[in-house]
């Protein structure tokens, strides 16, 4: 397995699973921020709004590391920026990120490294 299929694989599979920890955090903003509103009145509806937000900018991060992952073997530059853009802008976002971040951070890493390889 060459590098730039070893950062293929790590950004598609890291970039997977970010788009289930996305689809995780949204399902729970509607469902907590419903849930929450019984208990807490409007502040309830702030509290599902931030998780389904917190969802939405992972799932951004995610799509930005599958798209990476995606053109790691035409385009390894973009390819790396792109999942290590992703993969560190996830761990700003929150804690579910450590297993696609450091997948896609590893993957990106790769790319670039491929890069050097080759030339």
Do not use: D, Q
Request: hydrophobic share 60%.
């Amino acid at each position: 397995m060459t590098m730039r299929s070893g950062a293929k694989v790590l950004g598609l599979i890291g970039g997977i699973i970010g788009l289930i920890v996305g689809i995780f955090l949204l399902v729970s903003g509607l469902v907590g921020g419903t849930l929450l509103v019984g208990f807490l009145g409007e502040e309830g509806v702030g509290v599902g709004l931030a998780v389904i937000m917190w969802g939405v900018s992972i799932f951004v991060f995610a799509i930005l590391g599958l798209v990476g992952g995606a053109i790691t073997s035409g385009k390894p530059l973009p390819a790396g920026a792109l999942m290590l853009v992703g993969g560190i802008g996830g761990f700003l976002a929150g804690t579910l990120w450590i297993v696609p971040g450091l997948l896609l951070i590893i993957g990106g890493i790769l790319s670039l490294a491929s890069l050097k390889k080759a030339g």
